[in-house]
């Protein structure tokens, strides 16, 4: 998974929202997708701001999860 851009980035294309550019256009003139510019004007419109959201699998869901008891106890024997 790639890194989230900027907040930099971010807060650039707001202002150029808040001037009265559409979140495509916005996102054309900082060479960013068309659908990431319409992602962002959307969160921008939601909540104010365009945020990263959080990146990869949440805490206490992985695969091993269930077995966790299991290795606590190993772990424990040393």
Same mark, same amino acid.
């Given at each position: 998974?790639?890194? @989230?851009? @900027?907040? =930099?980035?971010?807060?650039? *294309?707001?202002?150029? =929202? $808040? =001037?009265?550019?559409? %979140?495509?256009?916005?996102?054309?003139?900082?060479?960013?997708? @068309?659908?990431?510019?319409?992602?962002?004007?959307?969160?921008?419109?939601?909540?104010?701001?365009?945020?990263?959201?959080?990146?990869?699998?949440?805490? %206490?869901?992985?695969?091993?999860? @269930?077995?966790?008891? *299991? *290795?606590? $106890?190993?772990?424990?024997?040393?």
């Amino acid at each position: 998974m790639s890194a @989230p851009l @900027p907040d =930099v980035l971010r807060l650039r *294309f707001q202002k150029l =929202v $808040e =001037v009265g550019l559409s %979140g495509r256009a916005a996102a054309l003139r900082l060479k960013l997708s @068309p659908a990431t510019g319409a992602r962002w004007a959307l969160s921008i419109r939601r909540t104010g701001r365009a945020c990263a959201a959080p990146q990869g699998r949440p805490k %206490g869901k992985g695969k091993l999860d @269930p077995h966790r008891a *299991f *290795f606590a $106890e190993i772990i424990g024997q040393d």
